[in-house]
């Protein structure tokens, strides 16, 4: 199904399905990062839901919402990730926080105190071939790394924790149903040495 066009007299459609890349942590991590989302939201006093341990994730790119799945955008996003070259490398997190703004679900996070640079040149590399595909408009200026362990109205301050880390083997191109919390896999693309 394609995005329906906003008509003259009629509103917008509300928007029903999201499309991004991500990085997943392996089961083993997932289940590390559940139960620290856990721990964390209560040792804060957070009465946000702590996220489960199969929507851990790195977002690297949010490609848009639209009302219906937008093949088009799908497509390009497929020819972008199929041209990216890279060797498995890997992440880590050792701060929580929750990310200031005007919302107020603010995420509760896992980011990182510095480092990550294979990520971030990987995610500079997957930006350049999005840009390449027509999808510039996705490619925002900056990236933050982070996990999203729960959403709150409270602010919490950065601080540390224990070190948490995965190597990352692959990358996936996500369909969410968003109000349902339901991910589903459209593509993945395995990193290997070249």
Not at 26 to 38: K, M, N, T
Not at 142 to 165: N, Q
């Amino acid at each position: 199904m394609s995005q329906q066009a906003t008509l003259a007299g009629f509103a917008a459609a509300t928007p029903t399905d999201r499309l991004f890349f991500a990085l997943f942590p392996d089961r083993g991590v997932a289940e590390r990062l559940a139960a620290l989302a856990a721990t964390q939201c209560e040792r804060h006093g957070l009465h946000g839901r702590p996220q489960p341990a199969e929507r851990m994730h790195v977002t690297l790119f949010h490609l848009g919402d639209s009302a219906g799945l937008r093949e088009d955008v799908v497509k390009a996003a497929q020819q972008a990730a199929a041209r990216v070259r890279a060797a498995p490398f890997a992440v880590a997190f050792d701060q929580v926080a929750t990310f200031a703004g005007h919302r107020q679900r603010k995420p509760f996070v896992l980011k990182s105190s510095g480092g990550n640079e294979a990520l971030r040149a990987f995610h500079a590399q997957l930006g350049r071939e999005l840009r390449t595909a027509g999808l510039g408009r996705c490619v925002a200026a900056g990236f933050e790394p982070h996990v999203t362990l729960a959403y709150t109205a409270r602010d919490v301050a950065a601080e540390p924790v224990t070190p948490v880390s995965w190597l990352a083997g692959e990358f996936v191109l996500i369909h969410s149903l968003l109000g349902k919390t339901r991910h589903i896999p459209l593509a993945r693309w395995t990193l290997a040495v070249s």
